[in-house]
């Protein structure tokens, strides 16, 4: 009995050095010009390709989905029945093309923080002993919608409990990586051999810098509720939507308070390859850092029920830890006018047909 419950921990020990040697031979250089631009696409669509060329005829037929399939946008971070094919029903060549697949939509850290959470799914079932719903971490699901190449409009999900990413290519760039959404359940696993694991500990810690930097005067406007909202605002709606923007705005931020906004930032663009997590602070910095707002609602100590909110022009990260006595967290970050590449999509197929781009 030891050995069964022990194998799945040796074997995401062993998926996790796999993706380290994967993403050890990227560029460790942020790319710039064209190349940023182009570079995350040519990964993803070769490894899209490695994938489902491994895949028997009845496996593909459970990934491949139309792209304008209306799949594409039914995404959700609860444990529920999916589409798509699971690492479960995967052999072991296929789950180590699944997991070059995946990394290539992250960084090392953003893959490290995927396949964690992942893996937390044995810990449930350990603490909850059979009374929760079914929790198996090989239940994450690989779907490709249309055909992965540079010259189509293509895009992949990889999602199961707690995570979800979405990306949308066209034309051979990427188009959009919004919704991604990483929890983590227990936050803290706090007894066991993994005790201490946070697993995104850089969404609480750097939240609550910035909280604990303000004054008294910046606290009142940023502090927008006395207890936390249950869940985040925006759930698994297909267009992030929570209102204008509350809390304090980083116009009124000292710079060191900018400063920690912006490592808050980091953290969650952190997640995705260089030239993408380059790609959203840039959209940030052209639509106004200034204008970003800050706010949080719940308790201010830790391990006390909390939510944050961080909003600008184009935008939004949620993040919230209410759940099981605070230790159990949701974190997405969503892009108003382009998740699933819904409003950037048109653009680029038309910026590209102006310049006498052929699109098939």
């Known amino acids: 009995m030891k050995k069964i419950r022990r194998a799945p921990l040796r074997r995401w020990i062993v998926y996790l050095a796999l993706g380290a040697a994967v993403l050890a031979c990227q560029p460790l250089q942020e790319p710039s010009g064209a190349a940023q631009r182009f ?6 669509r070769a490894a899209a390709q490695n994938y489902l060329a491994a895949l028997a005829p009845e496996q593909a037929s459970r990934v491949k989905f139309p792209f304008g399939d209306g799949e594409r946008l039914n995404w959700h971070f609860i444990p529920r029945p999916r589409k798509g094919l699971p690492f479960k029903e995967m052999d072991p060549a296929q789950q180590r093309l699944a997991h ?13 923080k995927a396949t964690t959470i992942m893996s937390l799914e044995a810990v449930l079932k350990e603490l909850e002993q059979g009374k929760g719903p079914a929790r198996d971490a090989e239940l994450y699901y690989v779907s490709v919608f249309g055909e992965p190449s540079d010259s189509a409009t293509w895009g992949w999900r990889v999602e199961g409990h707690h995570l979800s990413l979405n990306f949308t290519l066209a034309e051979g760039q990427l188009v959009a990586s919004t919704p991604s959404f990483f929890g983590s359940n227990p936050a803290e696993v706090r007894e066991g051999p993994r005790r201490g694991l946070r697993t995104l500990a850089g969404e609480e810690d750097r939240g609550r810098d910035l909280l604990q930097s303000l004054d008294e005067k910046q606290r009142a406007a940023v502090v927008i509720n006395k207890e936390a909202f249950k869940e985040i605002l925006s759930g698994n709606s297909r267009k992030a939507d929570v209102g204008p923007p509350v809390g304090l705005p980083a116009a009124k931020m000292t710079r060191k308070q900018v400063d920690l906004l912006t490592a808050l930032l980091e953290e969650y663009a952190g997640n995705m390859p260089a030239d993408v997590a380059a790609a959203r602070l840039e959209q940030v910095r052209r639509a106004g850092i200034e204008k970003v707002h800050f706010a949080w609602a719940g308790g201010i100590t830790r391990g006390q029920p909390h939510y944050y909110r961080v909003q600008g022009p184009t935008f939004l990260i949620e993040y919230d830890n209410t759940q099981n006595n605070a230790n159990h967290i949701h974190a997405v970050w969503r892009n108003f006018d382009g998740d699933f590449g819904a409003d950037l999509l048109g653009i680029h197929l038309a910026e590209s047909h102006g310049k006498g781009g052929d699109h098939k």
């Open 39 to 44: 570079q995350s696409a040519a990964v993803m």
């Open 100 to 112: 070059a697949f995946l990394s290539s939509g992250l960084s090392q850290r953003g893959y490290m």
